[in-house]
């Protein structure tokens, strides 16, 4: 497994929670419910995985996410609570909730969105949109009755955008907006169901193309097997909001 990081403006979860403490707005947005982050899992379930890393996809995520450190994490913010979605893609329109946005900040939480996805049917889908899954996610925030903290695409693939825009662009858009990308990138040196190579150097592209915002880092999984340790790792740091630094 390994880790990288970009650099981040190291006060800005601090800055925004005292803005929403002691300068929140009225009307509208008192009806959104406070949370420490929220943060959209955005798994790649393209052409290149095939039903077997689906499914070791989908069990890291439910392991992790009944975790008792991701648990820990979940609720022990100054507001107790993060909203999460679990969102499948694959090319530049395919694009699935899985898991609509839940409020999890306690084991029980955890552990129904966790059995909402491993109950959902696995389905798999042609070509690769990095930018089309960025682009969506990106749109998921507003009006999801949450406000947070922080606001994270959390994106995992197995490959290099192959449809649609290039994925930096996308990826300007949404830190513009006020959104970091972190990545999970898959280094699996399978090649895919149509005979074609694996990517070489996955995480540099997903350094240079995928991940921005402040605080953004990726975290390589080695391959499929080494899905679940990875991703334990990087929603512990992802939730808890921990400084960036390599390690």
């Given amino acids: 497994m390994r880790v990288r990081s970009v ?11 005292v803005g929403l403490l002691v300068g929140w707005p009225s009307g509208a947005a008192l009806a959104q419910q406070l949370v420490d982050l929220e943060l ?5 379930i393209s052409g290149s995985v095939d039903e077997e890393e689906a499914a070791l996809q989908r069990d890291g995520y439910v392991t992790a ?3 008792d450190r991701v648990v820990s994490a979940m609720g022990g913010g100054p507001f107790g609570a993060v909203a999460v979605i679990y969102v499948e893609w694959a090319g530049e329109d395919y694009q699935r909730i899985v898991v609509p946005w839940t409020l999890i900040g306690n084991r029980e939480e955890a552990r129904k ?6 109950a959902a049917p696995l389905s798999t889908a042609r070509w690769t949109s990095l930018s089309g899954a960025i682009d969506h996610a990106a749109t998921l925030f507003d009006g999801n009755g949450f406000e947070g903290v922080r606001r994270v695409i959390d994106i995992s693939g197995d490959g290099v955008n192959n449809r649609g825009r290039p994925p930096s662009l996308a990826r300007d858009e949404a830190v513009a907006a006020g959104i970091t990308i972190n990545g999970l990138p898959i ?5 895919n169901p149509w005979g074609g190579p694996a990517p070489i150097d996955l995480d540099r592209y997903y350094e240079e193309n995928v991940i921005g915002g402040p605080g953004a880092f990726y975290i390589a999984a080695r391959d499929f097997d080494d899905f679940a340790a990875a991703i334990l790792s990087k929603l512990i740091r992802e939730i808890a909001g921990l400084s960036s630094g390599a390690g």
């Fill in 113 to 118: 969105f966790s059995d909402a996805i491993g």
């Fill in 40 to 44: 959209v899992l955005a798994v790649d």
């Fill in 7 to 17: 650099p981040t403006a190291g006060l800005l979860a601090s800055t925004l929670l």
């Fill in 65 to 67: 996410l009944t975790d």
């Fill in 187 to 191: 280094l699996n040196d399978r090649p």
